[in-house]
């Protein structure tokens, strides 16, 4: 695979922003064609968003999984930006992360690299508070992706206590209070149940965690019960493991194959 750590200036943010990207390349061992068919001009791949979970960097996931080695043996494209701790959000005290997120840097990453800007070929994945940023972007933008999966933590923050402090950075910075966060962009149970009444065509959705893993995984079986009162859908799974990357690693190979990019050998 191809690793770029790219920076560039974000007019949203006002600030020189940083992404890593993985991009297929030709190996003789396991691609399919020629050296000439693999780079042929024009070519695009499909993209799987990767968003970080609090505290963490845009190098988080290709030094903690095998992220790099997942792409390469399915030969898509990986896109992972970087976000502090915003929840990606357009914070009530601080940046728009989320106009830059969900505007921006789509706009930026298809425009420098041979990436597709078909729906159904656009993917988005994350752990912990990139769960949150995940479900999100699709529930604000049903119409961008074809399928989005949330790892540890895909739920209601006030339910899973982030405004008592079981968070890592200020909630209050991302949302405000209690009463802000309620009916605004951020609020994941607003977002649903605006979406299942929607005549909109709704974009697939995944949800797991670990059964060790206090206080999200109270928090993902929750918002599975809403999901399934309001009748949108969404495939949940959880099994033994905590808030480790080792978990994370371990289900990112079955998001990967849910969604639908693992490909069969003779077409690598």
Avoid at 46 to 65: A, E, M, P, Q
Avoid at 118 to 127: H, I, P, S
Avoid at 194 to 222: H, M, N, Q, W
Avoid at 240 to 245: E, Q, S, V, Y
Wanted: proline letters at 4%; aromatic letters at 14%; glycine letters at 10%.
């Amino acid at each position: 695979m191809g690793l770029i750590n790219y920076t560039f200036f974000s007019h949203v943010l006002r600030e020189q922003v940083k992404v890593s990207v993985v991009l297929p390349t030709y190996s003789r061992w396991n691609s399919k064609g020629t050296l000439e068919e693999f780079y042929k001009p024009g070519k695009k791949y499909k993209t799987l968003y990767v968003l970080h979970g609090g505290s963490d960097d845009c190098t988080t996931y290709y030094r903690n999984t095998n992220i790099e080695r997942y792409a390469d043996g399915n030969c898509f494209a990986v896109v992972m930006p970087e976000v502090k701790n915003s929840f990606y959000s357009n914070m009530k005290h601080g940046k728009n992360y989320f106009d830059y997120i969900s505007k921006e840097l789509p706009k930026v990453m298809e425009a420098v690299f041979p990436l597709s800007d078909k729906r159904e070929d656009r993917y988005v994945v994350g752990n912990s508070m990139g769960s949150h940023g995940t479900f999100k972007w699709v529930l604000n933008c049903p119409e961008f992706f074809n399928a989005a999966a949330g790892m540890s933590g895909v739920g209601d923050v006030e339910e899973m206590g982030f405004f008592e402090g079981k968070a890592v950075g200020p909630v209050d910075n991302a949302f405000g209070t209690v009463e802000d966060y309620r009916g605004s962009m951020n609020d994941l149970k607003k977002l649903a149940k605006d979406l299942a009444e929607s005549d909109i065509e709704k974009p697939r959705l995944f949800s797991c965690c670990g059964t060790e893993d206090y206080p999200y995984y109270e928090g993902t079986v929750l918002f599975k019960k809403y999901a399934d009162e309001i009748g949108l859908p969404l495939t949940y799974e959880d099994g033994p493991g905590g808030h480790t990357w080792e978990f994370w690693d371990q289900w990112l190979l079955r998001i990967i194959d849910w969604m639908g990019l693992s490909v069969n050998e003779e077409d690598r």
